[in-house]
């Protein structure tokens, strides 16, 4: 998997000179120390988005006629909006964007991305988060990413990717967790009511350590 639409080059390119400025602005210590993880996890979180290959999916699924050509340049657009708005904190995601726009086939893009990525597609609905899993990242990276380290099998991790073709971020992700993973795909929505949930958790863990005496 590989390639994209070489006539958005100069938008790419733009991107990454925006993203590089954007990563140069390291957040306070202060802000540091409310994460406790690992060092290069927090380097992580001022690490550019990869959208070169969220475009070269978009690409992929024009090719195999999955999206349109009007749908792909509207997923484009929307992927450029997200990615270079410094305010904008949400996944920076194809399938999100696909979902947004209501276009009514995400189920067999889905299906598409899955056999292609060769990540099976799972329904976080019916999962319970292990804590030792989702605090493997910072929840501002996971969000970003697209990611969600859910469970643990013995001494690996079982880990949602929302692009399942970006085989260097799963190599990230290990690296930056220090296990192996095995990735699944599920559908966007399912990826936002998990971070939801997992914030809601995150929130009231914060409220009783504020209440201890």
């Known amino acids: 998997f590989s390639g994209f639409d070489e006539t958005i080059r100069p938008m790419v390119d733009k991107l990454d000179r925006l993203c590089s400025g954007a990563a140069a602005e390291t957040p306070s210590a202060g802000a540091e120390k409310k994460t406790v993880i690992t060092a290069d996890a927090r380097n992580a979180l001022r690490q550019k988005v990869n959208i070169t290959d969220e475009l070269s999916f978009a690409w992929d699924l024009l090719q195999a006629g999955e999206l349109t050509q ?7 657009q929307d992927l450029t909006d997200i990615s270079s708005n410094a305010n904008d904190k949400g996944p920076v995601s194809m399938l999100h964007a696909i979902e947004s726009r209501g276009f009514g086939n995400l189920d067999r893009i889905l299906v598409f991305a899955s056999r292609k990525g060769e990540t099976p597609i799972i329904l976080l609905s019916g999962f319970e988060f292990t804590d030792e899993a989702v605090t493997l990242l910072p929840i501002e990276f996971m969000i970003r990413q697209g ?5 643990l099998l013995g001494p690996d991790a079982l880990v949602v990717i929302q692009n399942p073709y970006d085989r260097p971020l799963r190599k990230r992700i290990e690296q930056l967790i220090g296990r192996s ?3 699944f795909l599920t559908p966007p929505h399912e990826f936002n ?6 914030q809601k958790r995150l929130a009231e863990k914060a409220a009783k350590k504020e209440e201890a005496p």
């Open 70 to 76: 009007e749908q792909y340049s509207e997923v484009v």
């Open 181 to 183: 993973c095995h990735f």
């Open 147 to 151: 990611v969600l380290p859910f469970d």
């Open 193 to 198: 009511a998990a971070i939801g949930r997992l």
